[in-house]
């Protein structure tokens, strides 16, 4: 697609024009390489023909537009479709250059031939290569900003089922976390950090040009706080490149939703020439990576009747007290089982997916067209996703001037869940470690008990509840491009995101302890995004070797979602789930429909010089319905420059230096993710009085309402060293945010908790590498990818009205406070447990001066204000869940058809909060525990580090107290990826027609070094600012893949 | 001419901008209003009300018994929370009865109510007044909670609406406070409807249910002879008469009983804490105390429909729930919340009429009292004699009778307070000792936010 690219937009002849005057806020800018091949007619020499075909080394596919220069002269021409030349050359000793953008140039002497074929190397480099930048392209070489680029290579020969997780360690600065395991959950996307307290903190995603809807697409029925991801709904397969802005200078363009970066998903795109058909097959197996240890049957019994003992030890009890129920009796035929839940509850899992694509097309028109079916199983039982994709993308060149085309795509996903998320009964991945071993899965008759002693059966609960979330997507976008003068082109394009989604839930009286007590509920969305966008290109040369370039646009964005849905109870049988067999339709009507529009203008200008002093400006102006009529409009400027200092003539000295180049920009992005109504206040419908409907002001309105404003400084440098054979990008920056939008807190008298306001700073330092080499370029190739990223974030400044004893409490295990990063938790500190009961020498008591005092076998918290009493005033910061750095490593090596890849991922220095291990060693009624629980103290003089447990916790040792008993280290390394792979020789398979067959073996996720000791390190259970706490997500999977790739 | 095309191009831009400004960039909620879009129509102003109703199903749904019975004698707890802090009356600013957020989402509602519904009836008619009237009698019901559960309160008597208003508002003197309550509640007296004709009776306020509650604030304030005339009004209200004893445990159960004045109506969605806090089976937040079911008299017909008497602990109470139900999970409940009956102002009346005194008044008391101990089976007391030797006043035996009769209805605790018996009762079983303990602690998030509050004096 690159190359096409540059045939159609730049591979002309394009002379210097007049200035054309624009006028107004139009500030016309812009970025595009200009390719001047200024032919000047050839001289009265004697001439002969030398005709050729040039073809690429690598895969013998013919290249067309190849330019044929004769050294020396600007006597040129260009190869056909096929790949052929013919050229006049003078007699004598003519040198013919062949040049192609991607490969590198060759220089032949004619001599005496007529005939000459020419194998062009693609060029080891990407120096070349055309990035996509907001509203347009531009050269890599010519970047004045920080931008990664992730190519289709990265991603179409794995098998990737979707399109952020092929982010994940690829780009640095940019820190992807799976929010769990289950297929089609919902991905965390951070780029340099957190810049925002109460808004969103996720990039602007833009799919060719049609920015996507990303935020909303959580569960409907709001158990499950993994949410969806927003990007399962596009096929990895069809991905041509992705780029990531991470500057200013990159994302000012995108204005008021850039703060937190910006990914630009490009489609393939068809390319002239016949009928390219690909087709991919993979099939894979997945298991759960790790088991984790609960207690058996008769560690169970003990550790239950400890509880008892120790609750009778601290209330000096002289008969002791017995347990309620039969638990203990490992007689009753309802409590003799000796169950490893999680053996039952995990498995092996299959998945498969196929995929068919179709490109090719003439000059007139050109066609890419896909589809693809992925059938994934969870390794949970009963969880499953399918998802069918189809996508066309067309171009038509109309006239020499006007060229027209659309991208449509759809998706039908089908995501059978699991409810594995939050806490509590109806949790599943927490509830399988908690739920006694010794509860029976059917009754003595045979038949199954799907409810028990107040828990229900996770087998019940996993293969007799509904959990359906159904996607129909369609992405479409149809464009104009208009080349109203050589040099000055328009484009129009109107795009839609419709998202129909709809969530079904049903919980059969089986599962449930009332008897015929049955409950579902059905919710449906759809989200329809509009956007329309209009933008001029102009582009010219003054004098000598200076380029110009100027843009200039306007765009309009409308956004609305429908919510519908409907709850019912005492369905008359658990065989019919539609709501119309609900006997009662509960009060839990739901319709709503929500409304965002946007408009901005925006303009960029950009100055070159030999592509050795480079400049660009950006604004934007961004209008939004969000905020008050007094601060609708906001303005995103920035600014940023280059120098080629390879290209001095200081530089010469330096052999080794093939390309240099230093990068500084500085600009201010934006961030409206707030509530739609919250500047004017609201009334909401829903404050019902039984059946009767009522209305209550739940918003304060705050007029003054304006946008959080980011301002980012970056450094940049690229180095390409020993003939391009090493590649070095690395960026230092700054990204200030300030003018938070944050619901303070205010009296309650007011009738209202909070209001919003602009209030605030928070703070981004930081630095990525990306170091790319070629290590051996010979039969045997090795190739390296390394890049790592460090961000240090700090919540700056927060007014004093909102903190409660100096930081505002973030959720339950976090806080934000001055100084601090964003994920820092906060509790109480453990330093061991009382060996006996007179170890506590200053008699600490709990929670006040006349509190218990604690006892052998009770924790010993770290008394901060030393008043010998553990209160919330000993609570102190306990860890960060941001870490330190995160990258990649990539190695690949080929030897003739044979490939193997190697991607590890590491993170380092964030921590966990294990709400899972807390609960896991927290005898909470008659709870399973872990097998830590095995050296839990058992009596006086017992020296551990496991507490004794005790029924009921009366001193809170255990229940819900936020300490660093659960704070573990989640850094880690990840083998990620390792990818066999076999081509079949194009000597065998041309002769079957078959222009490449390629098959390999993947392992994903294979290795994990961690010291974390939960199911994988890489969890995040709730999507916000409150990052890196494991609620007992559902676990990543080790997985292997076979696959086929087959080209015709 | 190819400036030409550039012309067209800029102009169709402009236009497309030009008639874009104008409202794309308006965006009125669609499912709501703008704080400023409601309360224009008759409908809006309907739904004002009931929203103040559904901040109150909040505020009722477990601190009806927090503060109502939590920190008195017919209640005792096996757990450790908030039940035990109450009970041994080791109150903190952390306790979640400590926290008036409910309670001032109310009055916010109806403040907004009252400021507004005027405008949509412009013409001053019965329909605005008898909306304005329940939005009153809602208001006056939250101050008076307010006021007997923390003393001195900050006093809104106006909507938030703009970011200029002071937001850190310190506390008024209670007396100011109970004066605009009883204002309201005369109001609503006068302009309620006198009934729905539907079981809207029961859970919206009409002209008896604010007599009621008015009667409620003379007694509190000791205004007897305005009790009197109050509870009259009451009592002649064909809309109540008692149940009959088979009927007694239904009034709970089942709801909307002719005998129910003021009840905070919940649904199988709209539910409260009822089964949590007593009919969990084996861990309900409280259990009938000894004490208290050491005081029912011999044959009292209703100990049956109040809890479990089979001789096994804990005893669950039954008196909500139903008879028998005995269920290990604690789902919400959906029985209605009963705050007044007609037993409850009959009783109140008799306190009253002997609090006044003169042979009249006397005899109209012991008669009240006796209709009720007839009703559970019990000997009428043939004199005040009778009661004076059984209970040692005639106030004294009205107030058991309503401790038994309104057993763990949330009015215990200020049955105690009022009568100023709290410290006597409750010292021998908690150590209250200090008049200044009787009111609940300012929650601690109330004072961060707002440095103009100061906490009450007991627990400074």
């Given at each position: 697609?690159?190359?096409?690219?540059?045939?159609?937009?730049?591979?002309?002849?394009?002379?210097?024009?007049?200035?054309?005057?624009?006028?107004?806020?139009?500030?016309?800018?812009?970025?595009?390489?200009?390719?001047?091949?200024?032919?000047?007619?050839?001289?009265?020499?004697?001439?002969?023909?030398?005709?050729?075909?040039?073809?690429?080394?690598?895969?013998?596919?013919?290249?067309?537009?190849?330019?044929?220069?004769?050294?020396?002269?600007?006597?040129?021409?260009?190869?056909?479709?096929?790949?052929?030349?013919?050229?006049?050359?003078?007699?004598?000793?003519?040198?013919?250059?062949?040049?192609?953008?991607?490969?590198?140039?060759?220089?032949?002497?004619?001599?005496?031939?007529?005939?000459?074929?020419?194998?062009?190397?693609?060029?080891v480099?990407m120096?070349?290569?055309?990035?996509?930048?907001?509203?347009?392209?531009?050269?890599?070489?010519?970047?004045?900003?920080?931008?990664s680029s992730i190519s289709a290579s990265n991603i179409e020969d794995t098998p990737v089922k979707d399109v952020l997780s092929a982010l994940q360690g690829r780009a640095p600065g940019v820190v992807v976390t799976a929010n769990s395991g289950?297929?089609?959950?919902?991905i965390t996307v951070r780029v340099r950090g957190?810049?925002?307290?109460?808004?969103?903190?996720?990039?602007?995603?833009?799919?060719?040009?049609?920015?996507?809807?990303?935020?909303?697409?959580?569960?409907?029925?709001?158990?499950?706080?993994?949410?969806?991801?927003?990007?399962?709904?596009?096929?990895p397969?069809?991905i041509?490149?992705i780029?990531v802005?991470k500057?200013?200078?990159?994302?000012?363009?995108?204005?008021?939703?850039?703060?937190?970066?910006?990914?630009?998903?490009?489609?393939?795109?068809?390319?002239?020439?016949?009928?390219?058909?690909?087709?991919?097959?993979f099939?894979g197996v997945s298991e759960i990576t790790r088991?984790?240890?609960?207690?058996?049957?008769?560690?169970?019994?003990?550790?239950?009747?400890?509880?008892?003992?120790?609750?009778?030890?601290?209330?000096?009890?002289?008969?002791?007290?017995?347990?309620?129920?039969?638990?203990?009796?490992?007689?009753?035929?309802?409590?003799?089982?000796?169950?490893?839940?999680?053996?039952?509850?995990?498995?092996?899992?299959?998945?498969?997916?196929?995929?068919?694509?179709?490109?090719?097309?003439?000059?007139?028109?050109?066609?890419?067209?896909?589809?693809?079916?992925?059938?994934?199983?969870?390794?949970?039982?009963?969880?499953?996703?399918?998802?069918?994709?189809?996508?066309?993308?067309?171009?038509?060149?109309?006239?020499?001037?006007?060229?027209?085309?659309?991208?449509?795509?759809?998706?039908?996903?089908?995501?059978?869940?699991?409810?594995?998320?939050?806490?509590?009964?109806?949790?599943?991945?927490?509830?399988?470690?908690?739920?006694?071993?010794?509860?029976?899965?059917?009754?003595?008759?045979?038949?199954?008990?799907?409810?028990?002693?107040?828990?229900?059966?996770?087998?019940?609960?996993?293969?007799?509840?509904?959990?359906?979330?159904?996607?129909?997507?369609?992405?479409?976008?149809?464009?104009?491009?208009?080349?109203?003068?050589?040099?000055?082109?328009?484009?129009?394009?109107?795009?839609?995101?419709?998202?129909?989604?709809?969530?079904?839930?049903?919980?059969?009286?089986?599962?449930?302890?009332?008897?015929?007590?049955?409950?579902?509920?059905?919710?449906?969305?759809?989200?329809?995004?509009?956007?329309?966008?209009?933008?001029?290109?102009?582009?010219?040369?003054?004098?000598?070797?200076?380029?110009?370039?100027?843009?200039?646009?306007?765009?309009?964005?409308?956004?609305?979602?429908?919510?519908?849905?409907?709850?019912?109870?005492?369905?008359?049988?658990?065989?019919?789930?539609?709501?119309?067999?609900?006997?009662?339709?509960?009060?839990?009507?739901?319709?709503?429909?929500?409304?965002?529009?946007?408009?901005?203008?925006?303009?960029?200008?950009?100055?070159?010089?030999?592509?050795?002093?480079?400049?660009?400006?950006?604004?934007?102006?961004?209008?939004?319905?969000?905020?008050?009529?007094?601060?609708?409009?906001?303005?995103?400027?920035?600014?940023?420059?280059?120098?080629?200092?390879?290209?001095?003539?200081?530089?010469?000295?330096?052999?080794?230096?093939?390309?240099?180049?230093?990068?500084?920009?500085?600009?201010?992005?934006?961030?409206?993710?707030?509530?739609?109504?919250?500047?004017?206040?609201?009334?909401?419908?829903?404050?019902?009085?039984?059946?009767?409907?009522?209305?209550?002001?739940?918003?304060?309105?705050?007029?003054?309402?304006?946008?959080?404003?980011?301002?980012?400084?970056?450094?940049?440098?690229?180095?390409?060293?020993?003939?391009?054979r090493v590649n070095f990008v690395g960026d230092?920056?700054?990204?200030?945010?300030?003018?938070?939008?944050?619901?303070?807190?205010?009296?309650?008298?007011?009738?209202?908790?909070?209001?919003?306001?602009?209030?605030?700073?928070?703070?981004?330092?930081g630095m990525e590498f990306a170091l790319n080499t070629h290590n051996i370029n010979?039969?045997f190739q090795w190739s390296s990818s390394f890049n790592i990223g460090f961000n240090?974030?700090?919540?700056?400044?927060?007014?004093?009205?909102?903190?409660?004893?100096?930081?505002?409490?973030?959720?339950?295990?976090?806080?934000?406070?001055?100084?601090?990063?964003?994920?820092?938790?906060?509790?109480?500190?453990?330093?061991?447990?009382?060996?006996?009961?007179?170890?506590?020498?200053?008699?600490?008591?709990?929670?006040?001066?006349?509190?218990?005092?604690?006892?052998?076998?009770?924790?010993?918290?770290?008394?901060?204000?030393?008043?010998?009493?553990?209160?919330?005033?000993?609570?102190?910061?306990?860890?960060?869940a941001q870490p330190l750095f995160a990258g990649g490593f990539g190695n690949d090596f080929s030897y003739?058809?044979f490939g193997l890849n190697i991607f590890l991922q590491f993170c380092y220095g964030n921590d966990i909060?294990?709400?899972?291990?807390?609960?896991?060693?927290?005898?909470?009624?008659?709870?399973?525990?872990?097998?830590?629980?095995?050296?839990?103290?058992?009596?006086?003089?017992?020296?551990?580090?496991?507490?004794?447990?005790?029924?009921?916790?009366?001193?809170?040792?255990?229940?819900?107290?936020?300490?660093?008993?659960?704070?573990e280290d989640g850094s880690y390394m990840r083998l990620k990826n390792v990818t066999f792979s076999?081509?079949?020789?194009?000597?065998?398979?041309?002769?079957?027609?078959?222009?490449?067959?390629?098959?390999y073996v993947t392992g994903e996720n294979l290795l994990t070094f961690t010291h974390y000791t939960g199911y994988d390190p890489e969890v995040n259970?709730?999507?916000?600012?409150?990052?890196g706490?494991?609620?007992?997500?559902?676990p990543q999977s080790r997985t292997v893949v076979f696959g086929?790739?087959?080209?015709? | 001419?190819?400036?030409?095309?550039?012309?067209?191009?800029?102009?169709?831009?402009?236009?497309?901008?030009?008639?874009?400004?104008?409202?794309?960039?308006?965006?009125?909620?669609?499912?709501?209003?703008?704080?400023?879009?409601?309360?224009?129509?008759?409908?809006?102003?309907?739904?004002?009300?009931?929203?103040?109703?559904?901040?109150?199903?909040?505020?009722?749904?477990?601190?009806?018994?927090?503060?109502?019975?939590?920190?008195?004698?017919?209640?005792?707890?096996?757990?450790?929370?908030?039940?035990?802090?109450?009970?041994?009356?080791?109150?903190?600013?952390?306790?979640?009865?400590?926290?008036?957020?409910?309670?001032?989402?109310?009055?916010?509602?109806?403040?907004?109510?009252?400021?507004?519904?005027?405008?949509?009836?412009?013409?001053?008619?019965?329909?605005?007044?008898?909306?304005?009237?329940?939005?009153?009698?809602?208001?006056?019901?939250?101050?008076?909670?307010?006021?007997?559960?923390?003393?001195?309160?900050?006093?809104?008597?106006?909507?938030?609406?703009?970011?200029?208003?002071?937001?850190?508002?310190?506390?008024?003197?209670?007396?100011?406070?109970?004066?605009?309550?009883?204002?309201?509640?005369?109001?609503?007296?006068?302009?309620?409807?006198?009934?729905?004709?539907?079981?809207?009776?029961?859970?919206?306020?009409?002209?008896?249910?604010?007599?009621?509650?008015?009667?409620?604030?003379?007694?509190?304030?000791?205004?007897?002879?305005?009790?009197?005339?109050?509870?009259?009004?009451?009592?002649?209200?064909?809309?109540?008469?008692?149940?009959?004893?088979?009927?007694?445990?239904?009034?709970?159960?089942?709801?909307?009983?002719?005998?129910?004045?003021?009840?905070?109506?919940?649904?199988?969605?709209?539910?409260?804490?009822?089964?949590?806090?007593?009919?969990?089976?084996?861990?309900?937040?409280?259990?009938?105390?000894?004490?208290?079911?050491?005081?029912?008299?011999?044959?009292?017909?209703?100990?049956?429909?109040?809890?479990?008497?089979?001789?096994?602990?804990?005893?669950?109470?039954?008196?909500?729930?139903?008879?028998?139900?005995?269920?290990?999970?604690?789902?919400?409940?959906?029985?209605?919340?009963?705050?007044?009956?007609?037993?409850?102002?009959?009783?109140?009346?008799?306190?009253?009429?002997?609090?006044?005194?003169?042979?009249?008044?006397?005899?109209?008391?012991?008669?009240?009292?006796?209709?009720?101990?007839?009703?559970?089976?019990?000997?009428?007391?043939?004199?005040?004699?009778?009661?004076?030797?059984?209970?040692?006043?005639?106030?004294?035996?009205?107030?058991?009778?309503?401790?038994?009769?309104?057993?763990?209805?949330?009015?215990?605790?200020?049955?105690?307070?009022?009568?100023?018996?709290?410290?006597?009762?409750?010292?021998?079983?908690?150590?209250?000792?200090?008049?200044?303990?009787?009111?609940?602690?300012?929650?601690?998030?109330?004072?961060?936010?707002?440095?103009?509050?100061?906490?009450?004096?007991?627990?400074?």
């Amino acid at each position: 697609m690159k190359k096409r690219q540059l045939n159609v937009l730049f591979h002309q002849e394009i002379r210097w024009k007049k200035p054309v005057l624009l006028t107004g806020f139009m500030i016309m800018i812009s970025a595009l390489m200009i390719f001047s091949a200024e032919a000047s007619s050839s001289l009265g020499f004697q001439q002969r023909t030398v005709t050729g075909k040039v073809t690429d080394a690598t895969t013998g596919e013919a290249l067309p537009g190849v330019t044929i220069v004769i050294k020396g002269t600007t006597t040129g021409v260009a190869s056909d479709l096929d790949g052929s030349f013919t050229i006049d050359v003078p007699s004598g000793s003519t040198i013919l250059q062949f040049t192609s953008v991607g490969y590198a140039s060759q220089e032949i002497t004619v001599g005496s031939r007529s005939v000459i074929d020419v194998a062009l190397q693609s060029d080891v480099t990407m120096i070349e290569e055309l990035v996509v930048i907001g509203y347009g392209f531009k050269k890599k070489r010519d970047l004045t900003g920080s931008i990664s680029s992730i190519s289709a290579s990265n991603i179409e020969d794995t098998p990737v089922k979707d399109v952020l997780s092929a982010l994940q360690g690829r780009a640095p600065g940019v820190v992807v976390t799976a929010n769990s395991g289950a297929p089609g959950a919902g991905i965390t996307v951070r780029v340099r950090g957190y810049s925002s307290l109460n808004s969103g903190n996720d990039p602007l995603y833009v799919l060719d040009g049609v920015p996507l809807e990303s935020n909303t697409l959580s569960s409907l029925n709001g158990y499950d706080m993994h949410g969806l991801n927003p990007l399962a709904d596009i096929n990895p397969g069809d991905i041509e490149s992705i780029e990531v802005l991470k500057d200013a200078a990159s994302t000012a363009i995108y204005g008021s939703r850039a703060a937190n970066g910006v990914v630009l998903i490009t489609t393939k795109r068809g390319k002239e020439g016949k009928a390219k058909v690909s087709l991919n097959y993979f099939s894979g197996v997945s298991e759960i990576t790790r088991h984790l240890g609960v207690l058996n049957a008769q560690q169970w019994r003990q550790i239950i009747l400890d509880t008892y003992k120790n609750l009778d030890r601290y209330n000096n009890a002289t008969t002791p007290t017995e347990p309620h129920w039969t638990a203990v009796d490992s007689l009753n035929p309802m409590n003799n089982g000796d169950v490893d839940w999680q053996s039952v509850m995990y498995r092996k899992a299959w998945q498969h997916q196929v995929d068919l694509g179709v490109q090719g097309g003439n000059e007139a028109a050109r066609y890419a067209f896909s589809t693809s079916y992925l059938d994934q199983d969870g390794i949970f039982l009963a969880s499953n996703y399918k998802r069918i994709t189809s996508r066309l993308n067309t171009d038509f060149k109309v006239s020499d001037r006007v060229t027209i085309g659309q991208n449509v795509s759809f998706t039908n996903g089908r995501n059978n869940r699991i409810n594995a998320g939050g806490t509590g009964n109806l949790s599943l991945v927490q509830s399988i470690l908690v739920r006694p071993p010794v509860y029976s899965l059917t009754y003595p008759d045979g038949s199954p008990i799907n409810y028990f002693n107040g828990k229900r059966n996770p087998v019940g609960m996993a293969e007799e509840c509904t959990h359906l979330n159904v996607t129909n997507r369609i992405i479409g976008n149809q464009y104009l491009e208009y080349n109203i003068l050589e040099n000055l082109m328009f484009r129009t394009s109107v795009s839609i995101d419709f998202i129909s989604m709809k969530e079904d839930e049903f919980y059969p009286t089986t599962v449930d302890y009332r008897a015929g007590y049955n409950w579902g509920a059905v919710r449906a969305r759809t989200n329809m995004t509009w956007a329309n966008e209009n933008y001029l290109t102009y582009n010219t040369s003054v004098g000598d070797g200076h380029d110009l370039g100027a843009m200039a646009g306007f765009s309009m964005q409308n956004w609305k979602m429908e919510t519908t849905g409907l709850d019912g109870l005492y369905f008359a049988s658990d065989n019919v789930r539609t709501l119309n067999g609900a006997g009662t339709i509960s009060n839990q009507a739901v319709n709503r429909t929500d409304e965002h529009s946007m408009m901005s203008f925006f303009g960029r200008l950009s100055y070159n010089y030999k592509g050795r002093y480079l400049a660009e400006v950006n604004l934007r102006a961004d209008g939004s319905s969000r905020f008050g009529a007094e601060n609708r409009f906001g303005y995103f400027p920035s600014a940023s420059a280059a120098w080629r200092f390879s290209d001095e003539s200081f530089a010469d000295g330096l052999g080794f230096l093939t390309d240099g180049k230093i990068r500084v920009s500085i600009g201010q992005t934006g961030n409206e993710a707030i509530p739609n109504y919250v500047s004017g206040g609201e009334f909401a419908i829903g404050t019902n009085y039984l059946t009767n409907s009522g209305a209550a002001p739940t918003v304060m309105p705050n007029q003054g309402l304006r946008w959080e404003v980011t301002t980012q400084y970056n450094l940049g440098i690229d180095l390409a060293m020993f003939n391009n054979r090493v590649n070095f990008v690395g960026d230092f920056y700054i990204k200030n945010t300030s003018d938070l939008l944050f619901a303070v807190p205010i009296p309650e008298t007011t009738g209202f908790g909070y209001i919003t306001r602009n209030i605030g700073d928070i703070s981004n330092k930081g630095m990525e590498f990306a170091l790319n080499t070629h290590n051996i370029n010979r039969e045997f190739q090795w190739s390296s990818s390394f890049n790592i990223g460090f961000n240090r974030n700090k919540v700056v400044d927060l007014p004093d009205e909102v903190l409660t004893n100096g930081y505002i409490q973030n959720g339950t295990y976090h806080i934000l406070m001055e100084g601090q990063p964003i994920g820092t938790f906060y509790g109480w500190k453990f330093l061991g447990v009382y060996s006996r009961d007179e170890d506590n020498v200053n008699q600490v008591r709990f929670g006040s001066a006349t509190g218990q005092p604690f006892i052998g076998g009770d924790p010993i918290w770290d008394d901060v204000n030393n008043d010998n009493v553990i209160n919330d005033e000993d609570k102190q910061i306990i860890g960060d869940a941001q870490p330190l750095f995160a990258g990649g490593f990539g190695n690949d090596f080929s030897y003739k058809n044979f490939g193997l890849n190697i991607f590890l991922q590491f993170c380092y220095g964030n921590d966990i909060y294990s709400h899972l291990n807390n609960m896991r060693n927290w005898v909470f009624a008659y709870n399973n525990v872990s097998t830590d629980a095995l050296n839990r103290w058992r009596e006086q003089g017992d020296v551990t580090d496991y507490p004794a447990p005790v029924r009921n916790d009366p001193k809170r040792n255990e229940y819900l107290r936020v300490s660093d008993r659960w704070v573990e280290d989640g850094s880690y390394m990840r083998l990620k990826n390792v990818t066999f792979s076999y081509t079949v020789p194009k000597s065998i398979t041309d002769r079957a027609g078959i222009s490449r067959v390629r098959a390999y073996v993947t392992g994903e996720n294979l290795l994990t070094f961690t010291h974390y000791t939960g199911y994988d390190p890489e969890v995040n259970s709730y999507s916000g600012l409150q990052v890196g706490v494991d609620e007992g997500a559902y676990p990543q999977s080790r997985t292997v893949v076979f696959g086929l790739n087959v080209e015709f | 001419m190819k400036l030409n095309y550039i012309k067209t191009a800029m102009t169709v831009i402009l236009l497309l901008q030009v008639t874009a400004c104008t409202d794309i960039l308006d965006k009125d909620p669609v499912s709501s209003f703008s704080a400023s879009g409601f309360y224009k129509t008759t409908a809006d102003a309907q739904a004002g009300v009931y929203g103040i109703y559904d901040a109150a199903q909040s505020v009722f749904r477990l601190n009806f018994c927090y503060w109502g019975e939590g920190r008195a004698d017919n209640v005792q707890t096996a757990q450790t929370g908030e039940s035990l802090t109450l009970l041994s009356n080791n109150l903190n600013n952390t306790a979640s009865s400590a926290d008036w957020t409910a309670l001032y989402t109310m009055v916010s509602r109806a403040n907004y109510a009252i400021r507004y519904i005027p405008d949509v009836y412009e013409d001053d008619n019965a329909t605005g007044r008898q909306l304005l009237g329940q939005a009153r009698a809602l208001r006056a019901l939250a101050y008076f909670y307010l006021v007997r559960v923390w003393g001195d309160v900050p006093f809104i008597t106006e909507p938030y609406t703009s970011i200029e208003q002071d937001i850190f508002i310190s506390r008024t003197d209670k007396e100011t406070v109970l004066d605009l309550v009883e204002e309201d509640l005369e109001y609503a007296a006068e302009n309620c409807v006198d009934k729905f004709n539907s079981n809207n009776d029961r859970i919206m306020f009409t002209k008896g249910s604010a007599n009621a509650l008015l009667t409620h604030v003379y007694m509190w304030r000791h205004k007897y002879p305005e009790a009197v005339t109050t509870s009259d009004l009451v009592l002649e209200n064909p809309l109540y008469s008692l149940v009959g004893i088979a009927d007694w445990g239904k009034m709970f159960s089942a709801s909307y009983s002719k005998e129910s004045i003021f009840e905070v109506g919940y649904n199988d969605t709209e539910t409260n804490g009822l089964r949590t806090l007593y009919a969990v089976g084996s861990y309900a937040i409280y259990t009938p105390s000894e004490k208290w079911k050491a005081s029912i008299e011999e044959g009292d017909l209703r100990e049956d429909f109040v809890y479990d008497t089979i001789p096994v602990d804990p005893k669950a109470i039954w008196k909500y729930l139903g008879r028998g139900e005995s269920d290990e999970v604690s789902t919400p409940a959906k029985q209605n919340i009963i705050l007044i009956r007609l037993a409850d102002i009959m009783l109140l009346r008799a306190e009253a009429l002997n609090k006044i005194g003169g042979a009249a008044n006397k005899d109209e008391a012991l008669s009240l009292l006796n209709t009720i101990r007839t009703r559970a089976g019990l000997t009428p007391f043939d004199a005040e004699a009778d009661a004076i030797a059984m209970y040692g006043d005639l106030e004294s035996a009205i107030l058991h009778e309503r401790s038994v009769e309104l057993c763990f209805e949330g009015h215990r605790w200020f049955d105690l307070v009022r009568t100023g018996k709290a410290i006597s009762t409750m010292g021998p079983i908690n150590g209250l000792s200090n008049e200044a303990n009787l009111v609940w602690p300012i929650h601690q998030n109330a004072l961060n936010k707002n440095p103009n509050l100061v906490q009450n004096s007991f627990y400074q």
